[in-house]
T-cell receptor, first 121, second 113 residues
Framework: GAGVSQSPSNKVTEKGKDVELRCDPISGHTALYWYRQSLGQGLEFLIYFQGNSAPDKSGLPSDRFSAERTGGSVSTLTIQRTQQEDSAVYLC???????????????????FGPGTRLTVL | AQKVTQAQTEISVVEKEDVTLDCVYETRDTTYYLFWYKQPPSGELVFLIRRNSFDEQNEISGRYSWNFQKSTSSFNFTITASQVVDSAVYFCAFTPAARQLTFGSGTQLTVLP
């Protein structure tokens, strides 16, 4: 089946502008993650959605960053008033929820999209 | 807090050589999951393997093998008879549950013809 898709693949914007990045997860996957990959910081977690639960926003670097997931499927990551340090590749991943036995927590494998390369001039 | 260390920043080998990529993790969790991902020049992260902490059996998949040593908190990855197409950045990652991954800094592997 189709993998995780992201759009746009590349985005160049001017400092101070808002941008929206889109992620379309694998059909049926209940969990969706956003990560950021930059030269200085490696791969960093941003936000996590699981089903209808409140998202885990603990990785968002500032209040300029927000994300939503509509209908439990497509997600949009919004960066307001972009800064040059926001330049990075933004990666989206999705996973299904696999429940193990009662003595084990759940486990899943995250499958990644191709990413959106954001350049802030 | 969890931490994943990939001490090898760059490795260069000649085709057909074997190469081992090291991964060491730190955690106080008793149950956790370890992963390896490959990032070729195209940029997409490709899943290679998931290993559960309660299953220390090593695994082999073709030319790839993984050695999980809970006693030394290591999850090393060996490529046998390397090929040019193996050239990529390889990331080791950790999660204590079905949550976000903590990644190592990655190892850039270059396989020369």
């Amino acid at each position: 089946g189709a993998g995780v898709s992201q759009s746009p693949s590349n985005k160049v914007t001017e400092k101070g502008k808002d941008v929206e990045l889109r992620c379309d997860p694998i059909s049926g996957h209940t969990a969706l993650y956003w990560y950021r990959q930059s030269l200085g910081q490696g791969l960093e977690f941003l936000i996590y959605f699981q089903g209808n639960s409140a998202p885990d926003k603990s990785g968002l670097p500032s209040d300029r960053f927000s994300a939503e997931r509509t209908g439990g499927s497509v997600s949009t990551l919004t960066i307001q008033r972009t800064q040059q340090e926001d330049s990075a590749v933004y990666l989206c991943a999705s996973s299904s929820l696999i429940r193990g036995p009662a003595t084990r927590p759940t486990t899943d494998t995250q499958y990644f999209g191709p990413g959106t390369r954001l350049t802030v001039l | 807090a969890q931490k994943v260390t990939q001490a090898q920043t760059e490795i260069s080998v000649v085709e057909k050589e074997d190469v081992t990529l090291d991964c060491v993790y730190e955690t106080r969790d008793t149950t956790y999951y370890l992963f390896w991902y490959k990032q070729p020049p195209s940029g997409e992260l490709v899943f290679l393997i998931r290993r559960n902490s309660f299953d220390e059996q090593n695994e082999i998949s073709g030319r790839y093998s993984w050695n999980f040593q809970k006693s030394t908190s290591s999850f090393n990855f060996t490529i046998t008879a390397s090929q040019v197409v193996d050239s990529a950045v390889y990331f080791c990652a950790f999660t204590p549950a079905a949550r976000q991954l903590t990644f190592g800094s990655g190892t850039q592997l270059t396989v020369l013809p």
